[in-house]
């Protein structure tokens, strides 16, 4: 091989390299952000509200698009959550242990209107359920859960990067399962968590942000 072929090979692979490393270094569009969240959801059959506790947050990237669009993960702390069954007082008044469980990533996008559209799916996990007469006793497994919850919630105010967005939306509870020993294609606390807590009717109102860069 020729000294002038051997120049043109060695040229041929440092633009090679070259190249890549600036693909690489190129930035992306996204931006790594969070959201703080906030606000309640609520329970129909019970009239119950249960309160996002502090720390909650929408950790995903920020693409400027178009559209303006948000991909994250969706992390709320656990729930203690109190419960008046059936409004009576004494032997209706419980204290659960509630956790709202990401199943597939949340997606906030920014119409061309400026209202945020966040699509959200997730379960409820209530490991522990107990009367407060009688608060040693856990009345369910640890495995009781509901099945998969999707919802769209939507901004009541155009985007703001400074300001947090209020969202809110309907979603309806599925059935509980793994609740209690199986007698057949149920249990009996499935079907009696089922029948207190599981139908349609339910309010999510949350406040995300301001984004966090």
């Known amino acids: 091989m020729s000294i002038r072929t051997r120049l043109a090979a060695v040229s041929a692979v440092g633009a090679l390299i070259l190249g890549s490393l600036v693909a690489t270094a190129t930035p992306a569009s996204a931006v790594p952000v969070t959201l703080p969240i906030s606000g309640t959801a609520t329970v129909a059959k019970q009239n119950a509200t249960l309160v996002i506790p502090e720390g909650a947050q929408l ?3 920020f693409d400027f ?12 702390p656990t729930i203690d959550a109190r419960i008046r069954l059936l409004g009576i007082p004494g032997i209706g008044d419980t204290t659960s242990t509630v956790k709202i469980v990401q ?8 119409g061309t209107d400026g209202i945020v559209v966040v699509d959200v799916a997730f379960r409820l996990e209530v490991p522990r359920v107990s009367s ?21 919630l939507r901004s009541t105010e155009p985007f703001s990067l400074t300001e947090p967005a209020n969202l809110v939306g309907e979603y309806t509870i599925p059935a509980f399962e793994g609740c209690g ?3 057949g294609p149920t249990s009996g606390r499935d079907f009696l968590l089922t029948q207190l807590l599981s139908g349609g009717g339910n309010q999510m109102s949350l406040q995300a942000g301001p984004i966090q860069f």
């Not at 199943?103 to 920014?110: D, G, K, S």
């Not at 856990?138 to 998969?148: D, F």
């Open 59 to 61: 950790t995903g990237d």
């Open 65 to 76: 698009g178009p559209p303006l669009s948000v991909v994250g993960d969706l992390t709320i």
């Open 103 to 110: 199943t597939r990533q949340a997606t906030a996008t920014v």
């Open 132 to 152: 407060d007469l009688l608060p040693f006793l856990n009345i369910v497994r640890s495995g009781c859960r509901t099945g998969e919850v999707t919802t769209t």
């Open 181 to 183: 020993f199986k007698i």
